[in-house]
């Protein structure tokens, strides 16, 4: 049997590694990496670490790309990949461009499609933009749906999909963060200079954000209430490792630079950022990776979004939506950061996402299938 996985982003390559680790441990299954490059640097980072080598790379990436130029690129270049490989089954991971053009090329070559992931809904169209809608309409082309939770199973059965073609398997990123976990002791953490003596005797916040819904306005907003915090509580420094998207980085190191208690670093690769929400005491994101991640790790989240597809990690009572409201920010970070009590009631290690062995049930189903 012949498997192509398709990973086009930074996520995508960190939840489906252990995915493709999986599928390589299997002797009657040839796997295939694809990669569209939707992301450059920060896809070849976790793809290094894993020790995956792509056997196709359509390298799609360009600064400041549009959603359709990813999507036609996406497409037509998957569309020769699966002509040329003939698989037997495509699988496409969570809610990415990548993810929705390799479920419709897939479709299009006729050939089954695995979609990691399924089941995450806000039912707002616009609520992340533009992935709400790439999930449901991966949704439309998948054959089996891998849902991470029975509340995701759930939200697939009310929009009618059929019971057996869904299977919950728990979430692949709890097996990537086993994964670093287990080799973080012997692993030499390299963070940028000097970072790790500037956070000794802090209290030290995760910064990460990049969605589209947030751009201009709302990114200000997320950067004008990190500066207030970090000007009033002299033992907190933020740590942010700046997506490379310039629509990020223009607000950020416009209003953030400089700051001595703001540290603006490059992506990490995956073991030291593991390391980071480790050592950290809070995170301020609006990432679904690190909404999966923290509650494992027993650290608060507050969440930069208004809506979440992942509403297990707030009914666990580890994450807390904020969107980019400056008083909602400086609020909870202000209450995180002082009131012990509403801290402890939020720094509970659960873990609602998997026990590890998504990828193994995953790759057990694909091969019972054929
Ligand atoms: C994409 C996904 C989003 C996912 C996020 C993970 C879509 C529509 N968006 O958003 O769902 O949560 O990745 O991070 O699929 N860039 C680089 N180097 C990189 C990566 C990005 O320079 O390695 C810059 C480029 O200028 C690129 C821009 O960032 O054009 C935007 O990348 P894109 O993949 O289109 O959007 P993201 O915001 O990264
Ligand atoms: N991550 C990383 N380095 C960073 C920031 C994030 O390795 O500098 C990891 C994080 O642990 C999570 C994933 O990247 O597994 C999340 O990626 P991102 O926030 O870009 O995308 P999303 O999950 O929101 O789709």
Known sequence: MKVITVIGTRPEAIKLAPVVLELNKRPHIESVVCVTAQHRQMLDQPLELFAIKPDHDLDIMTAGQSLAGVTAKAVEGLDRVFQEERPDWVLVQG?????????????YQRVKVG???????????????????????????TDYHFAPTERSKNALLREGFNEDSIFVTG?????????????LDSYT?????????SLEGKRVVLVTGHRRESFGEGFINICKSIKQVADELQDVAFVYPVHLNPNVRAP?????????RIHLIEPLTYMPFVWLMNRADLALTDSGGVQEEAPSLG??????????????GVDAGNARLVGTDFDAIVGSLHELLEDKAAYNAMA?????????????????????AS
């Open 299 to 312: 650290k608060p989240v507050l969440v930069m979004r208004n809506t979440t597809e992942r509403p297990e």
């Open 95 to 107: 809610d990415t461009t990548t993810a929705f053009s390799g479920a419709l090329a897939a479709f």
């Open 115 to 141: 979609h990691v992931e399924a089941g995450l809904r806000t039912w707002n169209k616009w609520s992340p933009y533009p992935e709400e809608m790439n999930r449901c309409l991966v949704g439309q082309l």
């Open 189 to 197: 953490v390299e963070l940028p200079d000097g970072l790790q003596q």
């Open 348 to 368: 509970n290690v659960k873990n609602p996402y998997g026990d590890g062995t998504s990828s193994q049930q995953i790759i057990d189903l694909i091969e019972q």
């Open 252 to 260: 950020v190191n416009e209003i953030l630079q400089g700051h001595e």
């Open 171 to 183: 979430n692949t990123v709890i097996d990537a963060l086993l994964w670093a976990r287990e080799r």
